[in-house]
């Protein structure tokens, strides 16, 4: 018996017709166990949500503490601070590797420190928006140059590394993916460069929060359709590139 193939990606409409079902709807493309009740995800091969939802508390509580002082910074501050050493202390009781908290965490003090020495409350925004803007950069550079973040971080976690490189179809298609990637990093800096031009911290903090989990579950979703859709019924899945054998 032949063994099971993997790639699959959750369709928006399940009744579309049968010619515009992309590759990943294939019979016998399982997820990583082989289980057929379970199709393969972008979500699942990231880790869900998580993470995304903890990077939307720091910048939540900073809202909250603003809007209840009537735009008192240093107190602000101080509860973004408290937030985010409490997503880090959740981690840990959960025994979850706190990497990306821990990160999270650095970046929110960083902010802090930024806008209480300026004395400016907008400025808690400013390393988002940089970061962001470097972010856009680099994940651009990555598919001009062939490597594709995208790529990078899924070989990474399913175990086939960089071999994706040698298959022209994954390779396109990692890149078509990682440019949904780009896309939100560039409406955030949109976003958060007019707001922070015409000091509205308060719509900063508002939009900083929902730019963090709904986006990032947005882009997961929209980027795992494209990276499967690209691939063609006849190849057998991410998880088996396919590399040219020189005769």
């Known amino acids: 018996m032949s063994e099971p193939r993997t790639g699959a990606v959750p369709t928006p409409d399940e009744d579309a017709a049968a010619e515009l ?23 699942r091969l990231l880790g869900g949500g998580k993470a995304a939802l903890e990077g939307s508390v720091p910048p939540i509580a900073f809202l909250i503490a603003w809007l209840a002082t009537g735009g008192e910074l240093l107190t602000a501050v101080i509860w973004s601070l408290v937030a985010s050493a409490a997503t880090l202390v959740y981690a840990l009781v959960e025994r979850r590797r706190p990497k990306a908290v821990f ?31 470097a972010s856009a950069l680099a994940w651009v550079i990555s598919i001009v140059i062939g490597w594709p973040f995208l790529g990078i971080i899924v070989g990474g976690l399913i175990g086939t590394k960089t071999r994706w490189r040698k298959d022209p179809v994954l390779l396109r298609a990692y890149q078509r993916a990682s440019w949904i990637w780009v896309m939100q990093y560039v409406i955030r800096v949109v976003v958060f460069t007019v707001l922070w031009w015409l000091d509205e911290t308060t719509w900063l903090a508002i939009m900083r929060a929902a730019l963090t989990y709904p986006l990032i579950i947005a882009c997961v979703a929209v980027s795992g359709w494209v990276l499967f859709a690209a691939i063609p019924k006849s190849h057998p899945g991410i998880r088996k590139p396919q590399v040219a054998v020189a005769d």
């Open 21 to 43: 079902v992309p590759a990943a709807f294939e019979e016998g493309r399982y997820d990583a166990d082989g289980d057929p009740t379970r199709e393969e995800s972008l979500a």
């Open 103 to 133: 990160i999270g965490m650095l970046m929110t003090v960083i902010a802090a420190m930024i806008a209480y020495y300026t004395g400016e409350a907008r400025n808690f925004f400013l390393i988002q928006l940089l970061s962001n803007a």
